[in-house]
């Protein structure tokens, strides 16, 4: 989320929250993992009901599994020509599967069985901590929080940030500045002119800074689903299932500014943190079907329905300054909202996928002792245009608000081919795995590598009814982060400008391990 002046002045939401609570990763039981999850045309494998729930027809015994693992996400933050390392490292329960095998009730039928199945599949994880800093000498944050007054008219600023009258707007930008004095009015015959200065302008008006952003999130993304398949004479596999997608998600940034500046200035530093936390729970549908001509062969077909989840979001911003004038003072939007922090109500509508999938069984044999194995492809297209997001707060502004926020998606989100490969060979009771998964860019802008891709492997060792996998899945992609955005309505004669985006190289490494049982 990129922080700028307007970042929290009206609600906590930003289209990159859309893309965030619409966005996958490979999950599911080790095993699935292993192959890269390319699950929608293989049966008998319990997490293929998260990609195809026609998988479960396959099952003619009840199976039980779970899957615990251990993540570790490393950043490196390249801003302003320097770079900057953090990681985090989290244990995590990822997945828990019941399937009810369903067996043949009339000898005559050509429908063999009906099954049914449980989840609790971790979609998605949150945790990670990103760092990076660099020294700015053309602008600053704290430019916005003035900018913004100004073009919001303050004029007494003892009352419109931090006051009685503060404009909402200001509440989380703005009215913080002034009231640790970030920023400060220029004065005529002793009364405020309407027109700001920063503390981080030296008396020549230049700036330099270093500056830090220090993100740390937390949470994760699950899907809990009943699934119902059905078999039709060995031939096609038909299923369905309701999804309930919960979401946790936290998030605390701070942004940090420490004078650099040999010229008189003000300021010594600054830091200002914005506190989020949201929560949503929705439903979406999946429908599916596999064919299988011949034994040794199967075609898969899925249709996943967008979620329709509703967030609440609380959130507050605390600002602390140190300045030679006064010292060091604190100010948080609390303060203008009786102790209390901001909420906001809204929905988003995720994108709808469609999945096409085909696996080969190679020298498929009831002889146990003998060789065999598959491979699996998926390719899987996503609209991430679709995205919608419709606010549910306050009448007068909610659909101005929605309207801006999709249209903004719309320019900045396109459709993308996800591609999902993987493979299995079984030597008795061991089963070595491999896998790669490729998910394209949403971006329409093609300057920006939003493509992630992960490589997987495993191991696998079953006999009488139980069986354990283990398996890495290895991650990479980079992205970029906009720390702010200096407003309109700077003074080009200032020749203040932008930061260029910092760039987010983000790795990932996940050990899982699966227990489960037949019976």
């Given at each position: ?36 999850g ?10 293929s ?17 779970f ?10 933050g ?32 050509k ?6 199945g449980l ?17 700015n ?21 003892d ?16 009215a ?11 004065l ?11 503390a ?47 979401m ?9 500014e ?31 079907g ?6 040794s ?9 967008p ?23 604190s ?20 994108p709808?996928?469609g ?14 002792r ?40 719309k ?15 079984k ?6 795995r ?7 860019s949403p ?15 495993g ?8 069986y ?44 899982n ?7």
């Amino acid at each position: 989320m990129a922080l700028s002046g307007t970042c929290l002045s009206l609600h906590a939401q930003t289209i990159e929250d859309a893309l965030r609570f619409s966005t996958t990763s490979p999950s599911g039981t080790t095993r699935g993992q292993s192959v890269g999850g390319a699950l929608g045309a293989l049966g008998g494998e319990a997490s293929s009901l998260y990609v195809n729930p026609a998988g479960l027809g396959f099952f003619r015994t009840n199976d039980f599994s779970f899957t615990v693992g251990l993540q570790n996400i490393s950043n490196t933050g390249t801003y302003l020509n320097t770079k900057a390392d953090d990681n985090k490292f989290i244990p995590l329960i990822s997945n828990l599967t019941l399937i009810f095998g369903g067996k043949r009730k009339r000898p005559d039928s050509k429908w063999q069985n009906f099954s049914f199945g449980l989840g609790l599949n971790r979609t998605q994880n949150y945790n990670q901590r990103t760092y990076y800093t660099g020294n700015n000498n053309s602008s600053s944050l704290s430019l916005n929080y003035y900018l913004d007054a100004e073009a919001a008219g303050v004029t007494d600023p003892d009352e419109q940030l931090g006051g009685s009258q503060t404009i909402g707007s200001l509440a989380h930008t703005s009215a913080l500045a002034y009231q640790t004095g970030l920023i400060s009015p220029y004065l005529d015959n002793g009364q405020p002119d309407g027109f700001f200065f920063s503390a981080a302008q030296a008396v020549d008006r230049s700036i330099n800074v270093k500056q830090e952003s220090i993100i740390d999130s937390k949470g994760g993304a699950y899907d809990v689903a009943f699934a119902f398949a059905a078999n039709y004479d060995d031939k096609l596999y038909l299923g369905g299932s309701v999804n309930i997608p919960t979401m946790t998600f936290k998030n605390s940034r701070t942004w940090k500014e420490t004078n650099l500046n040999t010229a008189n200035t003000d300021l010594n530093s600054f830091d200002v943190t914005e506190s989020l936390r949201s929560e949503g729970t929705g439903i979406n549908l999946k429908i599916g079907g596999i064919y299988r001509p011949v034994k040794s062969f199967s075609l898969g077909a899925t249709f996943h329905s967008p979620s329709w989840i509703s967030f609440t979001d609380t959130y507050r911003t605390d600002m602390t300054t140190s300045t030679k004038t006064l010292g060091v003072l604190s100010f948080s939007s609390t303060d203008t909202n009786d102790g209390f922090e901001d909420e906001s109500k809204y929905t988003i509508r995720t994108p709808w996928k469609g999945v096409l999938s085909a696996t080969y069984l190679f020298a498929p044999s009831a002889d146990t002792r003998k060789p065999t194995g598959f491979i699996s492809f998926d390719y899987e297209y996503m609209d991430y245009a679709a995205m919608k997001m419709r606010f549910r707060n306050d009448n007068s502004f909610d659909r101005e608000d929605s309207d801006l926020r999709n249209n903004a998606i719309k320019d900045t989100y396109q459709g993308a081919s996800n591609i999902r490969v993987g493979g299995e060979l079984k030597l008795h009771v061991i089963a070595f795995r491999l896998g790669y998964a490729l998910y394209g860019s949403p971006y329409k802008n093609g300057a920006i590598d939003g493509k992630r891709q992960y490589y997987t492997g495993g191991i696998g060792y079953r006999n009488r009814g139980f069986y354990m996998d283990l398996g890495l899945v290895y991650g990479n992609n980079t992205y970029t982060n906009q720390p702010y955005e200096l407003a309109s309505n700077a003074d080009p004669a200032d020749h203040y400008t932008t930061p260029a985006p910092a760039e987010i190289n983000s790795k990932q490494a996940n050990i899982n391990a699966t227990f489960g049982w037949k019976f």
